[in-house]
């Protein structure tokens, strides 16, 4: 790296296992080179495509899935799986399933920036935000649920679900029963659909464990009543397991309707033979996979403390946070003012002066100004220090008071240790 050029902290990458995956692959060469005891099956995956998926690559997933969840809930159902090309076609093919143009969908805020073009640009759908404050940690409550409802009323607008993300993109944290049990009582009610999104599900590094909305509607007793036919959760294997370009998302829903629409529509996004049949490989391997999964975590966790300390020195806090590859960082005390304009100008000071990209709050539909994500899983410890250290001189050059007052200031919701 050049230790003068911009050091990116936008991109939601996780590259601090993938010498695990490579590992893997070394001492299994012929997943990669397609070969079945040793005989190579090229043929067979080049010239024939299973449209629903490969049976051995579904079972690996479903299974890794639950792995995550750590068997606080039942088995998936591969039947009830629909694979995509990623999980950005999982999310457009959910919501042509589910809405018709001029429909309404309700976000949590802050929520991730691509929703804008998943959800909408070809759907026609609309995004109406539940706004979350700092208040409360910026979780959801029902207040802010009704309003938001309330708000697609006014407009006219019918409201065909709620999608929201657990791990959260961009705070970091994990759902709490009480918000997504909340959520369930609100679609319940008002018999909308409910998207889990949890494509993070496998980054949580400091908690009991993950509570994912199947846990939920077990624990109320809903595994066979119609509140099932209203929840779908989205997943995929670009953040956990660091394989953006690899384009393997899911559907998984117990709604048939939704998952017999959902089958047809994936022929307009297929993941590839070759690649299910690695990924069927690597997945099947259950020593791999419990190991990665508890190696990728305390990985995640060391950097995340890294990080927290580092802006700890530099007089800066953020956001409680167990899960995820970014924090949600409170730069509000760096404001010349509190404007929307103000935000712009501190991120550009940033970008041009200190050269860190890291993405403002705005991008990410926060109504409250200041708050900023800031990404530590794709770059190295060398240059994650590098990064403090143009940070913590940026903010004594600008409040050179500043940094000795925050060790004494106590901050709402600052992390600690974890």
Partial sequence: MNPKGIIQMGLAENQLSFDLLETWLAKNPDAAWF?????????????????HGLPAFKK???????????????AFDT??????????SAYETLIFCLAEPGAALLLP?????EFDRD???????????????????????????????????????????VLVTNPSNPLGTTRS???LNLLIDFITAKNIHLISDEVYSGTIFSSAGFIGIMEILKDRNCEDTEVWDLVHIVYGLSKDLGL???????????NDMVVAAASKMSSFSLVSSQTQYLLSALLSDKNFVKNYISDNQHRLKQRHEKLVSGLDKAGISCLKSNAGLFCWVDMRHLLSSNTPEAEMKLWKQIVYDVKLNISP??????????WFRVCFANMSDHTLDISMQRLKAFVASEQPSLIPKMFKKKVTHQVGKT
């Fill in 119 to 161: 959800l909408k640009w070809r759907t026609g759908v609309e995004i109406v935000p539940i706004q979350c404050t700092s208040s409360n940690g910026f979780q959801i409550t029902e207040t802010a649920v009704e309003e938001a409802y309330q708000q697609a009323q006014n407009r006219n607008l019918k409201v065909k679900g």
């Fill in 177 to 179: 029963r009480n918000e």
């Fill in 35 to 51: 070969k079945r005891d040793g005989q190579s099956i090229f043929g067979e995956l080049a010239l024939f495509h299973e449209y």
């Fill in 109 to 113: 805020t802050p929520y991730c920036p």
């Fill in 60 to 74: 690996a997933l479903v299974e890794y899935m639950s792995e995550l969840r750590g068997n606080n809930v039942s």
């Fill in 244 to 254: 953006p370009a690899l384009q393997v998302g899911a559907i998984y829903s117990k």
């Fill in 79 to 88: 039947s009830k799986i629909v694979l995509t090309a990623g999980a950005t």
């Fill in 361 to 370: 709050g705005s991008s990410f539909h926060c109504a409250e100004v200041g």
